[in-house]
């Protein structure tokens, strides 16, 4: 079952801020974040540990929480180059995954001038 | 330093038919993973090679196969096509701390992906 992600889309203007969710109904081990631009592919940003870890990329920093399996992406002072497709992909917890990923649905993200 | 290549990047096939999708990983990755992407949908897994096997499969039918081969290089088929295989197929390689379980297995390279239409 593939994680949930809100909103589908986000419309900012440079400079705003912006929050993506991701939920999940199974326990999870890790959630990673990628982004995809149009015509291109999905590029990793970032890996989150079991352990409520909060980890950053320049202005996008993600948090992590465990017990509600939900993980949010935080985008800081959005530049257009922020512009694209999130997903958040999931690893259950049970050590049987290696490597298999389930991607949500996906968040679109347009910031304009 | 070449990341993931895949070929073609573009093809379209009609019903029934049978497509071969190749893909090059990442220097220094040994696994690949291949992905189904439909439009407007986050991308689905189908399998997982590691050490030149099936090592974990989604939730696709047998019409969907794949090889990898010693130089970590792989191929995904699909045969009988039908219209719903139009996608974006994604390859994705990752690193060697697939073998332990490691968090760092898990991170994922992509490549461009191969556009399938099926007509």
């Known amino acids: 079952q593939q994680p949930v992600q809100s909103p589908q889309a986000v419309i900012l203007r440079e400079g705003e801020d912006a929050v993506i969710n991701c939920s999940s109904s199974?326990?999870?081990?890790?959630v990673h974040w990628y982004r995809q631009k149009h015509g291109e592919a999905p590029v990793f940003l970032m890996i989150?540990?079991?352990?409520?870890e909060q980890k950053g990329h320049e202005k996008i920093s993600a948090s992590f929480n465990e017990k509600k399996q939900q993980s949010s992406l935080y985008l800081t002072a959005s530049q257009l180059s922020y512009s694209g497709t999130y997903f958040c992909?999931?690893?259950?917890?049970?050590?049987?995954?290696?490597?298999?990923?389930?991607f949500g649905q996906g968040t679109i993200l347009t910031v304009h001038p | 330093d070449a990341g993931v290549t895949q070929s073609p990047t573009h093809l379209i096939k009609t019903r029934g038919q049978q497509v071969t999708l190749r893909c090059s990983p990442k220097?220094?990755?040994?696994?690949v993973s291949w992905y189904q992407q439909a439009l407007g949908q986050g991308p689905q897994f189908i399998f997982q090679?590691?050490?030149?096997?099936?090592?974990q499969r989604g939730n696709f039918p047998d019409r969907f196969s794949g090889h990898q081969f010693p130089n970590y290089s792989s191929e995904l088929n699909v045969n009988a096509l039908l219209l719903g295989d139009s996608a974006l197929y994604l390859c994705?390689?990752?690193?060697?701390?697939?073998?332990?379980?490691?968090?760092?297995?898990?991170?994922?390279?992509f490549g461009a992906g191969s556009r399938l239409t099926v007509l």
């Open positions: 994705a390689s990752s690193p060697l701390g697939v073998r332990t379980g490691g968090p760092g297995a898990n991170v994922l390279t």
């Open positions: 199974k326990a999870l081990y890790s």
């Open positions: 989150l540990l079991k352990g409520g």
């Open positions: 992909g999931t690893v259950n917890a049970g050590g049987t995954s290696y490597g298999k990923l389930t």
């Open positions: 220097s220094g990755h040994d696994t």
């Open positions: 090679y590691y050490e030149e096997e099936e090592r």
